[in-house]
């Protein structure tokens, strides 16, 4: 087993690992969701604005991302600081 240094520097540690566990069940749950969802919109919306929708779903989720990547990052930073302070 791997130390957390190690963990840390191969890349596997991340503080949503258990969020993002897939384990076959929740990938199918949040696919029936999603494709009911887009049956349901197919029904309301024209086929434009059904495009337009995915699209800006897209770029909300790029966001999203993007902001936890961010979040992620200043949190090293801070603990890192935090260290220093303490340490030092």
Do not use: H
């Amino acid at each position: 087993m791997m130390d957390i240094f190690e963990q840390f520097y191969y890349g596997e540690l991340n503080p949503c690992r258990d969020l993002a566990a897939d384990d076959g069940k929740t990938r199918g749950i949040l696919n029936k969701i999603e494709d009911e969802r887009d049956n349901w919109l197919k029904n309301l919306l024209s086929e434009e604005n059904f495009k337009r929708f995915k699209k800006l779903e897209d770029e909300y989720n790029f966001l999203t991302r993007y902001k936890m990547q961010q979040g992620y990052t200043e949190g090293f930073k801070f603990a890192v600081m935090l260290m220093i302070e303490i340490l030092y």
